[in-house]
């Protein structure tokens, strides 16, 4: 079993930056396939960016690809997501989610392959 907490939320302007943190115990992080998602107000959450177990793929929504970025430091058993460039769109609540040994485009993209979840931390951006 995993827990996740995630940081680094809060408020911002458009066209600033923010990195967002999430921090994993209790189990071997290296093994872990590691998500972000977001959820608005009234939407549905959706995916945004993933890492495969293995960290030889990454993948990211259309909508933030080029701006996002993933990263992971298995000796900190963190996972980072690094925004660039934000806009009002990207206000949202943001969650990570971890998934055992899971690979491939298709399965992380889905919220369903994933077996934990942090508690989200709140993204604002100001037009």
């Known amino acids: 079993q995993v827990q996740l907490v995630e940081s680094g939320g809060g408020l911002v302007q458009a066209g600033n930056s923010l990195r967002l943190s999430c921090a994993a115990s209790g189990s071997t992080f290296s093994g872990y396939a590691m998500g972000w998602f977001r959820q608005a107000p009234g939407k549905e959450r959706e995916f945004v960016a993933a890492?495969?177990?293995?960290?030889?793929?990454?993948y990211y929504a259309d909508s933030v690809k080029g701006r996002f970025a993933l990263s992971r430091d298995n000796a900190k058993n963190t996972v980072y997501l690094e925004m660039n460039s934000l806009q009002a769109e990207d206000t949202a609540v943001y969650y990570c989610?971890?998934?055992?040994?899971?690979?491939?485009?298709?399965?992380?993209?889905?919220?369903?392959?994933?077996?934990?979840w942090g508690q989200g931390t709140q993204v604002t951006v100001s037009s």
């Open positions: 989610a971890a998934a055992w040994r899971r690979s491939g485009n298709s399965l992380l993209r889905a919220t369903r392959t994933y077996d934990y």
């Open positions: 890492n495969s177990w293995s960290g030889a793929n990454t």
